[in-house]
């Protein structure tokens, strides 16, 4: 009887040992999942990346091994996580289903990024040409200064 309890708990307790979700670090939070149809264009491959997680949730299972996929991206310092292949299917006659995603991390300037890049220098640009003139108003400023002690000194 002792026996039967002790085989009912584990096989009870099985399929909650094979699933592993894999949730997604802070760090890689900010590592966009992209596919071929949303791939930026002008970007630097950093490595091969794979991402796998097991749920009895085959949604649940994908979004594990897509987090997956973009922890790695993220410890290889990309922002972009390329996912090239995706398989999902059930573990032998289980209910759980196991996920794999394989793909690349990228570093990639997006249109967005590049634009916001151009206004920066632009406003940096600005920026610099108002302290230049500052700095010139300044230089002026001093020498008038200068001059005009100059004219007020007593006994000229």
Avoid: W, Y
Wanted: glycine content about 6%.
């Amino acid at each position: 009887m002792l026996k039967k309890r002790a085989l009912f708990v584990v096989f009870a307790l099985l399929p909650a040992c094979l699933g592993s979700v894999v949730t997604l670090s802070p760090k890689a939070a900010s590592v966009t999942l992209v596919h071929e149809s949303d791939r930026p264009l002008h970007c630097k491959f950093l490595g091969k990346i794979n991402g796998s997680s097991r749920s009895s949730d085959e949604k649940e299972a994908r979004q594990g091994a897509e987090n997956d996929l973009r922890n790695h991206a993220a410890d290889l310092q990309a922002n972009f996580a390329f996912a090239e292949v995706e398989r999902i299917g059930r573990v032998g006659t289980s209910t759980e289903q196991d996920a794999f995603v394989s793909g690349s991390a990228l570093v990639c300037q997006t249109e967005a990024m590049e634009d916001a890049q151009e206004k920066a220098d632009e406003k940096a640009h600005a920026q610099k040409e108002q302290d230049d003139d500052a700095a010139k108003q300044k230089e002026q400023d001093a020498k008038k200064d200068k001059k005009d002690k100059n004219h007020k000194k007593p006994g000229k």
